[in-house]
């Protein structure tokens, strides 16, 4: 199966800084369509899980711009521009490309 | 707008097994996949599984086959996921999310449903 790794655990930002996560994959995430099969996720305590980014830099509805995902074959990120407070959260990255489906472990996301 | 209703929280004893539900409504059901995942406290998401809204068709992670068991009734638009001879390591919080076509990612989740084995 495909290996998702995030390797910060938590990263520590200040309001309107800027903050990149990343998630490196143990293959390539590119399929013979040219699309990356790597999406993005938010978790935040008593909210759903809600899904920023699809094909590694699409943004999905009413996400907002400071979100941006970058990223190819097997190297991605997420990054944030201006975190903003209700930024704070659990961010997971998932490839769907081969079956099982994979998560990463995950990035907290702190304030300073 | 599209809702994912889960079931809510599940207390069962070893060995028992439990159903989970997964009600939709604002999209069309028969139309996508569903997915089930699982999250134990504080670790990783894990995919359990997809089943096809339009007939039942069915995708598993291997390491859940024999655990789960994915259903769904098109007549209420409901998925449900059985999990049987429950242990501890089956204490998780389980959500059922969308699988968006053709972006391939799982646009919309469910709140989740805590089931927690224990005597």
């Known amino acids: 199966q495909i290996t998702l790794t995030q390797q910060a655990e938590s990263l520590w930002v200040s309001p309107g800084e800027k903050v990149s996560i990343t998630c490196r994959a143990s293959q390539s995430l590119l399929y013979t369509d040219g699309k990356h099969y790597l999406s993005w996720y938010q978790q935040r305590p008593g909210q759903t899980t809600k899904a920023l980014i699809y094909h590694a830099s699409i943004r999905t509805d009413g996400v907002p711009t400071r979100f941006i995902g970058s990223g190819s074959g097997t190297e991605f990120t997420l990054s944030i521009e201006d975190v903003q407070p209700e930024d704070i959260a659990l961010y997971y990255c998932?490839?769907?490309?081969?079956?099982?489906?994979?998560f990463g472990a995950g990035t907290k996301l702190e304030l300073k | 707008e599209v809702q994912l209703q889960q079931s809510g929280a599940e207390l069962v004893k070893p060995g028992a097994s439990v159903k989970l539900s997964c009600k939709t409504s604002?999209?069309?059901?028969?139309?996508?996949?569903m997915s089930w995942l699982k999250q134990m406290p504080g670790q990783n998401i894990e995919w359990i599984g997809n089943i096809y809204g339009g007939n039942g068709g069915t995708g598993y992670n291997q390491k859940f086959k024999g655990k789960a068991t994915l259903t769904v009734d098109k007549s209420s638009s409901t998925a449900y996921m059985d999990l049987s001879s429950l242990t501890s390591e089956d204490s998780a919080v389980y959500f059922c999310a969308s699988l968006n076509y053709p972006g391939w990612y799982f646009d919309f989740w469910g709140p989740g449903t805590m089931v927690t084995v224990s005597s």
């Open positions: 604002g999209y069309t059901f028969s139309n996508y996949y």
């Open positions: 998932l490839q769907t490309l081969k079956k099982p489906y994979t």
